[in-house]
Every structure is written in structure tokens, then in C-alpha cells.
């Protein structure tokens, strides 16, 4: 059974930059045909897909998203993070891990059927 894991802080102050990583155990992050995703749901909002990185190693970001996201991995601890850069309290959500077998950036109408198996989800606060 795969399971995930976020794991960062809870908080974060404007114009900082958020760090979240996703360990993942039960599967390889390197495995054929996964692809592992950050995802968001700010209060009162639909979901948000953020970004992906495929087991080769690949990553896609959301295009309202690209100049602030960098998503990256460490095989060696099946792990994947994700930066986001100069946030402001409009990145308050909840984040979610993510695996999916079809790569969202090539979806359309990307929601919670994308994705089969989910972290428990991290609240992060942007506030000074």
C-alpha cells in the first residue's frame, strides 16, 4: 500500500519562500507509470494542481504557477519537495502529496478523481 507524507512548516511569513516535502514509502517514486503531484485547496476554493514530477524524473508546473515553483526529488530517500517562492497569504491552503498513472499537466479538467492515492494534507499560513 503506498502511502505519503507532507512534512514543513506550518507557517510561513510573506515574500518567504515555502518548503514542503512528500515521503512516500509502499512504491517507488521511481516506478513506471507514476507520476507524484503537490496540490492545494485554499479555504473556500476548489483544488489546485501545482506541479508534477514524473518517475523519470520530469517536472511540469502549472503555467499560473511556473515562475514561482520549482519541484525536485531525492531517490535516494523517496522523496519529492516542493519551493514556492515570494508567497503571500493568498498561498494559504491546504497541501496535499499526490500520485497519479496519467500526468495532470496533459488533463484538462484536473480534480480529486486524477489522483489515487493522497497525503493526509499540511495547513500552511502565510501571515507575518
Known amino acids: 500500500q503506498v502511502q505519503l507524507q507532507e512534512s514543513g512548516p506550518g507557517l510561513v511569513k510573506p515574500s518567504q519562500t515555502l518548503s514542503l516535502t512528500c515521503t512516500v514509502s509502499g512504491g517507488s517514486i521511481t516506478t513506471f507509470p507514476y507520476y507524484w503531484n503537490w496540490v492545494r485547496q485554499p479555504p473556500g476554493k476548489r483544488l489546485e494542481w501545482m506541479g508534477t514530477?514524473?518517475?523519470?524524473?520530469?517536472?511540469y508546473v502549472s503555467p499560473s504557477l511556473k515562475s514561482r515553483t520549482t519541484i525536485s526529488r531525492e531517490t535516494s530517500k523517496n522523496q519529492f519537495t516542493l519551493q514556492l517562492s515570494s508567497v503571500t497569504p493568498e498561498d494559504t491552503a491546504v497541501y496535499y502529496c499526490t500520485r497519479a498513472r496519467r500526468n495532470p499537466a496533459t488533463i484538462v479538467d484536473v480534480d480529486q478523481r486524477t489522483f489515487e492515492y493522497w497525503g493526509q494534507g499540511t495547513q500552511v499560513t502565510v501571515s507575518s
Open positions: 514530477i514524473g518517475w523519470h524524473g520530469d517536472t
